[in-house]
């Protein structure tokens, strides 16, 4: 069975930066893309960033494009989000996503980033 497991977050001033780590374990060879998201009491899950896991290929969304990167490690299963000039908008718990070719969905519990202002 496939888990996906998070690190990092936590509190930050605007301004500031943060990682975040994830993990996938067990059988992991049908990875197409992992990547982030995010969401905020009240609303709807949202994208972050994600990468292609073959090309290496990432898609940010707008609002952290030039302030997020996304990276990877396949040989240790992992995708890294480093998140820099954070803004109080940016507070969210963070979900790890791991998508496969087989149109299936993992994810992680999440992790608190909270960016005061």
């Known amino acids: 069975q496939v888990q996906v497991v998070e690190s990092g977050g936590g509190f930050v001033q605007s301004g500031g930066s943060l990682s975040l780590s994830c993990a996938a374990s067990?059988?992991?060879?049908?990875?197409?893309?992992m990547g982030w998201f995010r969401q905020v009491p009240g609303k709807e899950r949202e994208f972050v960033a994600n990468?292609?896991?073959?090309?290496?290929?990432?898609h940010y969304a707008d609002s952290v494009k030039g302030r997020f990167t996304i990276s990877r490690d396949n040989a240790k299963n992992t995708v890294y989000l480093q998140m820099n000039s954070l803004k109080p908008e940016d507070t969210a718990v963070y979900y790890c996503?791991?998508?496969?070719?087989?149109?299936?969905?993992?994810w992680g519990q999440g992790t608190q980033v909270t960016v005061s202002s």
């Open positions: 990468i292609n896991w073959s090309r290496g290929t990432p």
């Open positions: 067990g059988s992991t060879s049908s990875t197409y893309t």
């Open positions: 996503n791991r998508y496969t070719s087989t149109r299936d969905d993992y």
